[in-house]
């Protein structure tokens, strides 16, 4: 008969067995317990609404959100909650198949919060892959269906800075007008310098183009055009630039410094068909007087 465990030692009886205080499936049937209290003492949308105010989540209570979302794909708030607690490990598909649907067909804060979710992941997965031309019109796509709505201030300026930045002028000012109806140029140059201080030269020489739109003075038109132009020279988007001068010349086809400047811009571009024809409309100006 042996002794009692606290009289034996490993030398005289081998390893002391561990004593198991519980077996895998006691530690799940634990863990359940525990949710389906927690689904007791606090009614399922109470609980998700409380969820919604915290700002991380533990693993036990992120184990019952996916629960929640497997028994019920259509709970938008769920949905939300799950998609917001693991939106940094998702992958963009999963995202998507998650939020896409929310983004146009929950109410105003589940599409506003799923619309911020898809564009931060949108960012993200194109800073790493920049020419991937699949998330870059599921991204078009997102902003195009939020443009006749209301955004809070921080998502139509995001919306317009990569409408702009994808060369989408219209569609950025769409998202420019929720945030600064009135459109002023020292509001728009402004963003531009911003951009331009970021490295982001296409979404700043949009800016300086619209700001030039919105000129009151011929001088301050030129002025704005000119740094439009000379933004996207500076980045080599030379095909952009001669495309937004003829987009944006408007009424300073007969002004003379512009004509000059264009041309000049264009022999930069490698355009040279394009820089003859500024000096053409230069010398065959219908006024010459202001040469």
């Given at each position: 008969?042996?002794?009692?465990?606290?009289?034996?030692?490993?030398?005289?009886?081998?390893?002391?067995?561990?004593?198991?205080?519980?077996?895998?499936?006691?530690?799940?049937?634990?863990?359940?317990?525990?949710?389906?209290?927690?689904?007791?003492?606090?009614?399922?949308?109470?609980?998700?609404?409380?969820?919604?105010?915290?700002?991380?989540?533990?693993?036990?209570?992120?184990l019952?959100?996916?629960?929640?979302?497997?028994?019920?794909?259509?709970?938008?708030?769920?949905?939300?909650?799950?998609?917001?607690?693991?939106?940094?490990?998702?992958?963009?598909?999963?995202?998507?198949?998650?939020l896409?649907?929310?983004?146009?067909?929950?109410?105003?804060?589940q599409?506003?919060?799923?619309?911020?979710?898809?564009?931060d992941?949108?960012?993200?997965?194109?800073?790493?892959?920049?020419?991937?031309k699949?998330?870059?019109?599921?991204?078009?796509?997102?902003?195009?269906?939020?443009?006749?709505?209301?955004?809070?201030?921080?998502?139509?300026?995001e919306?317009?800075?990569?409408?702009?930045?994808l060369?989408?002028?219209?569609?950025?000012l769409?998202?420019?007008?929720?945030?600064?109806?009135?459109?002023?140029?020292?509001?728009?140059?402004?963003?531009?310098?911003?951009?331009?201080?970021?490295?982001?030269?296409?979404?700043?020489?949009?800016?300086?183009?619209?700001?030039?739109?919105?000129a009151?003075?011929?001088?301050?038109?030129?002025?704005?055009?000119?740094?439009g132009?000379?933004?996207?020279?500076s980045?080599?988007?030379?095909?952009?630039?001669m495309?937004?001068?003829?987009?944006y010349?408007?009424?300073?086809?007969?002004?003379?410094?512009?004509?000059?400047?264009?041309?000049?811009?264009?022999?930069?571009?490698g355009d040279?068909?394009?820089?003859?024809?500024?000096?053409?409309?230069?010398?065959?100006?219908?006024?010459?007087?202001?040469?």
């Amino acid at each position: 008969m042996l002794p009692d465990r606290s009289k034996r030692y490993a030398g005289a009886d081998g390893n002391i067995p561990r004593l198991v205080l519980a077996a895998n499936w006691q530690l799940t049937l634990i863990a359940l317990l525990v949710l389906a209290l927690l689904a007791i003492i606090f009614p399922r949308k109470a609980l998700v609404e409380k969820l919604y105010q915290q700002e991380t989540l533990d693993e036990l209570t992120l184990l019952y959100i996916q629960n929640l979302y497997r028994a019920d794909t259509t709970n938008a708030d769920v949905a939300l909650l799950l998609a917001r607690s693991q939106q940094s490990v998702m992958d963009i598909d999963t995202l998507e198949s998650i939020l896409l649907n929310l983004a146009t067909e929950g109410d105003t804060r589940q599409r506003i919060e799923a619309r911020t979710m898809l564009l931060d992941a949108y960012i993200r997965a194109l800073e790493r892959s920049p020419s991937n031309k699949k998330l870059t019109a599921h991204l078009i796509d997102l902003m195009q269906k939020a443009q006749q709505e209301e955004l809070p201030e921080r998502l139509a300026r995001e919306f317009a800075s990569r409408a702009f930045e994808l060369n989408l002028p219209k569609l950025g000012l769409v998202f420019f007008k929720m945030v600064n109806a009135s459109q002023p140029a020292l509001v728009l140059e402004k963003y531009g310098s911003l951009a331009l201080g970021e490295g982001h030269h296409a979404v700043a020489a949009s800016y300086f183009l619209l700001a030039r739109d919105s000129a009151t003075t011929l001088d301050e038109s030129r002025r704005l055009f000119q740094m439009g132009i000379e933004t996207y020279m500076s980045a080599s988007l030379f095909s952009q630039a001669m495309l937004s001068a003829k987009q944006y010349l408007g009424n300073l086809a007969d002004d003379p410094p512009t004509l000059r400047f264009l041309s000049h811009a264009a022999l930069a571009a490698g355009d040279t068909p394009m820089a003859a024809e500024y000096a053409r409309k230069l010398v065959f100006r219908p006024d010459s007087s202001g040469t």
